[in-house]
């Protein structure tokens, strides 16, 4: 299958999913594997660029470095965690700020929301998520979640 069916993709917890294919010499290949990793689609990696990544043992945040990201990837990178700044920020503004306002707990909610939604996930996607069933097949790295 193409990557470009990626809109036929299945949740991969689904035992007739369709595997969605993604090849190290595409362009966006990272990003790809960034949102299967977060959807748990089950996909094949090929490494056909010979990039050298081990999705068994590398988080996302590893294969990236040691595929080199492009300067566009790291920025969305370097925005996911600003996001997250941001929020933990308007949340420590929203405490000190001396004048009494009658929204604070409006401003407390939208910062949490933003340091949890905005940027934890980018986050603990790039440096700690791994998927449970790593193999290695014909097709090249199958992926699988439970």
Known sequence: METNDAAMIANGKDA????????TSERGWL?????AYRNQE????????????DPGSQSLLG???????TRKEWI????????SVFGATTI?????????????????ASGAALTLG???SA?????????????LSKKGIEIEWN
Do not use: C, Y
Not at 31 to 35: D, G, N
Not at 92 to 108: F, H, M, N, Y
Not at 126 to 135: A, G, Q, W
């Open 42 to 53: 089950r996909i094949v990696v090929m490494d056909d660029a010979n990039v050298g990544i």
């Open 92 to 108: 420590v503004l929203a405490i000190l700020d001396p004048d009494p306002t009658s929204k604070l707990g409006l401003l407390i």
């Open 63 to 69: 294969m990236g470095l040691k595929a080199g990201l």
């Open 31 to 35: 990003a790809q594997l960034a949102r």
């Open 16 to 23: 007739s999913a369709a595997e969605l294919t993604i090849k």
């Open 123 to 135: 986050i603990r996607i790039l440096t700690e998520h791994k998927p449970p069933k790593v193999s």
């Open 118 to 120: 905005g940027g934890f």
């Open 76 to 83: 969305a990178v370097v925005i996911a965690v600003g996001i």
